[in-house]
């Protein structure tokens, strides 16, 4: 079987976590751990610290340790900070592997869209364009955040969603969700939004297709 193939090649505490479905309740102390997979207390210690940096584990003073859903996100997170700190034109690469994704698996998701989530999308568009219109302005990245998020959502895919949280994380990070780009840069933005949005809930996917990887390369062009 691929698990078996893939589990030899990861620590000791990662394969029994995953091995252990009744972990998600708790584990053990590293005592006992230690006892059973024959590995030093020391060694588990390391291996649990790795755990819980890539948010795989969560360790509480009271309630011990205990397995968490996977999520690819910390992961993603951990090395693309780290990748940031070395070169903040990293977050330009991501991005455009970020823009491949979605446009890769737009007419999936969008098709899965249940008429709350379109509803949803409509009301994260008319808040946004509310902020735009408003005096003063304000930038919408909130909005702008939860309506990409949200178009994926039903992929059902931890990857996928790893790499698109990530990336709304680090545009945050390197400062994107200030109000830098112009209001007329803004309206441009929303109305790309706004395409995308109305062509989901009339079942044109196509147009909201060309919306997504259009409204994609303003990046590269913000003032």
């Not at 090649?9 to 053990?28: D, K, N, Q, W």
């Not at 006892?35 to 795989?56: D, H, K, P, T």
């Not at 930038?139 to 990336?167: C, D, M, Q, W």
């Amino acid at each position: 079987m691929l698990r078996e193939r893939i589990s030899p090649e990861i620590s000791e505490f990662l394969r029994y976590l995953a091995g252990h479905p009744e972990a998600e309740s708790g584990l053990p102390s590293l005592n006992e751990l230690s006892r059973e997979l024959g590995v030093g207390v020391a060694a588990l210690r390391e291996q649990l610290e790795v755990a819980r940096a890539l948010g795989l584990v969560e360790v509480k003073p009271r309630t011990g340790t205990r397995r968490l859903t996977y999520s690819f996100k910390p992961a993603i997170r951990q090395s693309l900070g780290y990748a940031l700190a070395l070169n903040g034109d990293h977050f330009r690469k991501f991005a455009d592997m970020r823009n491949h994704i979605e446009a890769a698996y737009w007419h999936e998701a969008v098709a899965k869209l249940t008429e709350e989530d379109k509803q949803e999308l409509q009301a994260i568009l008319a808040r946004a364009l509310e902020k735009i219109r408003g005096a003063p302005v304000q930038v919408p990245h909130e909005e702008h955040r939860k309506l990409h998020l949200l178009i994926y959502s039903r992929l059902e895919n931890p990857f996928v969603t790893g790499v698109l949280e990530a990336y709304w994380d680090a545009y945050e990070a390197v400062g994107l969700n200030v109000f830098a780009g112009g209001y007329e840069y803004l309206q441009e933005v929303w109305d790309f939004h706004r395409q995308m949005v109305e062509s989901i809930c009339s079942g044109s996917f196509e147009v909201g297709y060309e919306a997504l990887v259009r409204h994609t390369d303003l990046l590269y062009h913000r003032p």
